[in-house]
C-alpha cells in the first residue's frame, strides 16, 4: 500500500455505467474499489486529508476553478501498487435530517419554515413533493428544530437520508418560481 496518495482531479464517477466501462478497458478489466466515507458537508470541501475503509491515506487537492462538489461514486486516485489496480471512491453517507413538510395551499407557512431555515444559514434541499405537500430537507439542528416546531402548518420528523447536491436551493439563484393564486389578497387593516 502507498504511503499516501494524491488526487487533484475527479477521474469519473463510477455511478455512471460508460466510465466504469472505460475504467474497467483502462485498468485491464479488473479492479478493487476502496471507499472514501464523506460526510454531505465534505463534499464541498476541496483540501482535506481522507483515509478510506482499507486504510489508504489520500490526500486531496481539487481545482477551485472546477466550481463542483464531490458526488458519490466520484473516482478520485487508483491505487496501482498491487497486483490488482484500486480504485478510491468517494461514498456520500447519509445525514440526520428534518424532513420539513408544508401544504401546497399554505404558502404564509411555506414562506415562514424557508425564511427560518434561511434565517439559520442552514442549506435546504428539494424533497419528492407532490400535488399537496411540499417536502423539504434540511440538517438538523436542535435551534433550528424548535423553531419549524413552531411554525403553525409545519410538519417536522427526523429521517436518515443521502443529501443530493443537484437538489439543493442555491443561495445565489433560486431554481423554482413561486406564484400565488389569481384570487390572493393581502388586507392590511387600518389602526383605529
Not at 483502462?26 to 458537508?41: N, Q, R, S, T
Not at 436518515?160 to 436551493?169: I, Y
Amino acid at each position: 500500500m502507498p504511503e499516501r496518495l494524491v488526487s487533484t482531479t475527479c477521474l469519473g464517477n463510477l455511478n455512471d455505467p460508460s466510465y466504469e466501462l472505460l475504467l474497467r478497458r483502462k485498468l485491464g478489466g479488473v479492479f478493487e474499489v476502496d471507499d472514501l466515507l464523506l460526510d454531505w458537508d465534505q463534499a464541498d470541501v476541496y483540501a482535506f486529508v481522507g483515509v478510506t475503509e482499507l486504510g489508504r491515506t489520500v490526500d486531496v487537492r481539487l481545482d477551485t476553478a472546477d466550481g463542483g462538489r464531490l458526488a458519490d461514486g466520484d473516482v478520485l486516485a487508483i491505487d496501482r501498487s498491487g497486483m490488482v489496480p484500486v480504485a478510491v471512491v468517494v461514498r456520500l453517507r447519509s445525514a440526520e435530517v428534518y424532513l420539513v413538510e408544508v401544504d401546497r395551499m399554505d404558502p404564509i407557512a411555506l414562506a415562514h419554515s424557508c425564511w427560518e431555515i434561511g434565517n439559520m444559514h442552514a442549506p435546504l434541499f428539494r424533497g419528492d413533493s407532490d400535488e399537496h405537500t411540499v417536502r423539504m430537507y434540511t440538517p438538523v439542528q436542535p435551534v433550528l428544530g424548535r423553531m419549524l416546531r413552531g411554525v403553525e402548518g409545519v410538519r417536522l420528523s427526523l429521517v436518515t437520508r443521502e443529501l443530493d447536491a443537484d437538489r439543493r436551493f442555491a443561495s445565489s439563484a433560486a431554481e423554482v418560481v413561486v406564484s400565488m393564486a389569481p384570487d390572493f389578497t393581502i388586507v392590511k387593516k387600518a389602526r383605529g
